[in-house]
């Protein structure tokens, strides 16, 4: 009896807190704008190649530029129309482990569900485009909460496996600092030339490339900001063989938005900083500050406080490390403490993370995207412990309201939101 408890139990740690909650569904303590859009969300792959690249890995003295075909997998989810009676559901794999051939690690395939209808048709409209870039080693599926939910609420998004550096196939890190931002900038043309291709014919009159942002955690992060114009330094360039990686980069003007989740190469150096001061792209950053992978005041603040032509905003969760963009840890990950780390943080509780993710991201991206107000939600007082709730019976906001719009009565806790105009520096260092 005691040991078919203990299995129960066990069982019960491993599912989300209920039989039907799934990541991403808003919590009851959820900010407002994590609840999921109207819009049914289709999902669909694509293998795209990009054609001809520099195989950095197999640089050697006598091949001293080598090239390959750059197989690259991509995940959109997009607004759907669906049959009757259609259900929102699918299952999507991946991989946990630390790369192919890790014994102590190995790469074990796992399942979970996501509220979307593979291979659905498309709704009619236009919509912005958003591509998410993964950690390293990630996968395309590691924020898949997200990418849900912003499709439910009118946009396209992209999520792509940047190919030898995913759990799956994860090599040299030279790979993922020359071609993270080649990946992305890849992804974006193609997309932008759907009606050319077979395979994406289907988004041809739905997507609005003109209108696109990128979202990027890690070294997804150090990715967007590369392909948005920020060139490498002269420590990035040593990292890699010689000329491996260009230091001229010319910005896509496509792209209106940044979000960058834990942005890793501030603290190492990776970035002009001449190039970072001239950065004009509006930019969200995401951050734990207690990072101990980018970095949080040497990292990611630096970042934040470096992009000076830029109007950007800085989301705190204080207390938190790295892991602040991801899916909550799979049940397989429970197998494995590493596993389970390269998911959760010790602080906070996932699901609370990705649901205030939510709330933010689509704020900002709505704002620069869209062209929708929704400054109410990012003009915020900087600390959410300091804010007052004064509220009248009629739920109308009294004199000495302060308290973070669009969070719940004693829900906004642990967290700062800061906010720089472009061509403002920090007042306080």
Known sequence: MIRAWAAWACLC?????????????ARPDAPELAARGEAAVGVRTLDLVHADQLDVLAISARQPAPRYDRALRVE????ARLAAGQKPLTTYTDVLGAGPGDSHRPNTPFTFQGRAVRDAGPADGRYPLVILSHGYPGSRLQMSYLAEHLASHGYIVAALDHRESTRADKAGFASTLVN?????????????????WAQTRWLAGHLDSDRSALIGYSMGG??????????????ARAAVPPGALDPTVTADARIKALVLFAPWGGQQGMFESSALAALAVPSLFIAGDQDDVAGYTDGVRRLFEAATQAERYLLVYRGARHNVAPNPPPAAARSHPDDFAAYAEPVWDSARLNNINQHFVLAFLDQQLKGLDRQAYLRLIPRSD??????????????????????KRRSA???????????????VP
């Open 13 to 25: 740690l491993c599912l989300p807190a209920g039989a039907d909650v799934l990541y991403g569904d």
């Open 76 to 79: 959109i989810w997009y607004p």
């Open 180 to 196: 993270r931002p080649l990946d992305d900038l890849f992804v974006l043309q193609q997309l932008a030339d759907a009606g050319h």
């Open 222 to 235: 150090y990715g967007a900001l590369r392909a948005a114009g920020v060139a490498p330094s002269a420590a």
């Open 386 to 407: 300091d804010g007052q709730w004064q509220m009248d019976a009629q739920g109308r906001p009294g004199p000495g309201h302060t308290y973070w719009h669009g969070f």
């Open 413 to 427: 806790v642990g967290l700062e939101f800061h906010r720089l105009p472009a061509g403002q520096s920090p007042s």
